[in-house]
């Protein structure tokens, strides 16, 4: 859960006797509404060690004093418990301002770097103008500055919030759109594996991961058990081997397409001439389509729609609804341009756009996206080969268990 966003520039406060006492000033201090830390006691937060040693993680290599130059650095706070993603910019005539996110240890910040990146592009124009006026003393230019500076933080934090409360179909979305959580779910489609085991394969692949936050939403989604093996002594050395956790596959997982039934019945009823143009579109896409021949890297850019808020409020109120390309309602953020909401769905075959007998235009949702579970009966081979070589008596046992009591079990999206 993001706490706050917090922005400061950097001042170096130079004293009449030549010394000098360097200071971060804040600009503006936005917090999330619920958030226990503010104004008064932000420093309980972020300290001022660490803002400095962040500061100076972020101008490494930066030599030279006047130029711009800005970078984006992801980190966790040494002095209290909260991950961050700051922002630096230095700005042309050498001034510089540190923009920093903060978030709970337990977020996946990796989440939220499209959307704090997308703040640092338009706060890179922002702190220019902010350093003109400065310099300009253009006082009624400044006020107005710190306004649209604040509001941009506000916003940042609402989107951020809009993506932290994820339904079922954006955790299975959260999935596909990890490279380490494709490389659980493909490790586990082979047979149950350790937590041991797991941290090592993985590490292989990105040496920096915290394993209980991937396994947050298959666990979530009842895909996966978490389970303790106590595992058996060695006859011949006394020591306990195979002892520890155990993660378990008890359904399979896929995000597939599927006509948009609501579409059709309602075109079908209210426009037949449309209806026929549109049937023949969907049919002509699903004679092609295979979900377990679609390529991973289709299903993985799918997902990384479904992350994106505006993308996501957009596609759900198309589940429901088609409209003339002219007067498509305004749901999204200020920020986001429709134009580009319609041109990311239509490339992947989400949206289309057909043409009435009247010449006008219309976009209506083409291909639905759902998550379905498939219970994995082709694991029940794979345990009993890997019981010859790889695991034990009692994680080949406590994995047939599993299958068998989980089998009834429904996900619901």
């Not at 001042?11 to 619920?34: A, T």
């Not at 660490?50 to 711009?68: H, P, S, V």
């Not at 005539?93 to 337990?106: N, P, R």
């Not at 916003?155 to 809009?162: E, K, L, N």
Request: net charge negative; hydrophobic share 35%.
């Amino acid at each position: 859960m993001i706490q706050g966003i917090l922005s400061f520039s950097f001042n170096l406060n130079e004293k009449p006797s030549g010394e000098i006492d360097p200071e971060f000033d804040p600009i503006q201090l936005q917090f999330r509404e619920d958030s226990e830390f503010g104004e008064s006691n932000y420093q309980d937060m972020l300290i001022k060690n660490d803002i400095f040693a962040t500061y100076y993680q972020q101008i490494t290599g930066l030599f030279r004093r006047k130029y711009d130059y800005s970078n984006v650095y992801f980190g966790t706070l040494k002095e209290t418990p909260f991950q961050i993603i700051s922002y630096f910019k230095q700005v042309s005539d050498g001034s510089q301002y540190l923009t920093i996110s903060i978030f709970d240890l337990d977020d996946e910040i990796e989440l939220f770097r499209d959307i704090i990146t997308d703040m640092t592009e338009r706060l890179d124009d922002l702190f220019e103008k902010l350093s003109l006026a400065r310099e300009k003393k253009q006082l009624e230019k400044l006020t107005n500055l710190n306004i649209r500076l604040k509001n941009e933080l506000k916003f940042a934090i609402f989107q951020v919030d809009r993506l932290s409360n994820l339904d079922n179909v954006q955790k299975v979305a959260l999935i596909y759109n990890n490279k380490l959580r494709i490389e659980i779910l493909d490790q586990l489609r082979e047979f149950p594996i350790s937590r041991e085991h797991l941290k090592r394969k993985l590490q292989n692949v990105n040496p920096t991961f915290n394993l209980d936050i991937l396994l947050r939403p298959l666990s979530e989604l009842n895909v996966i058990r978490r389970d303790w093996i106590k595992g058996e002594r060695d006859d011949e050395t006394g020591q306990i081997k195979n002892r520890g956790e155990y993660i378990f596959l008890i359904k399979d997982i896929m995000l597939v397409r599927t006509p948009s039934q609501t579409t059709l019945d309602s075109l079908q009823e209210s426009k037949p001439n449309l209806y026929n143009i549109y049937k023949q579109k969907v049919d002509e896409y699903f004679a092609q389509y295979d979900p377990f021949k679609e390529p991973l890297e289709d299903k993985q850019k799918v997902a990384s729609l479904m992350l994106n808020p505006d993308i996501y409020d957009f596609f759900l109120l198309m589940r429901n609804h088609y409209y003339p390309t002219k007067k498509i309602p305004k749901i999204f953020s200020e920020f986001a341009v429709t134009e580009v909401l319609i041109k990311n769905l239509t490339d992947l075959g989400i949206l289309t756009q057909i043409e009435d007998d009247e010449g006008e235009e219309w976009i209506l949702l083409l291909t639905d996206v759902k998550p379905i579970t498939i219970f994995p009966e082709y694991l029940l081979p794979k345990i009993r080969e890997a019981y010859k070589f790889t695991i034990n008596y009692q994680v080949a046992k406590k994995a047939y268990d599993l299958l068998e009591v989980t089998y009834p079990e429904k996900v619901e999206f």
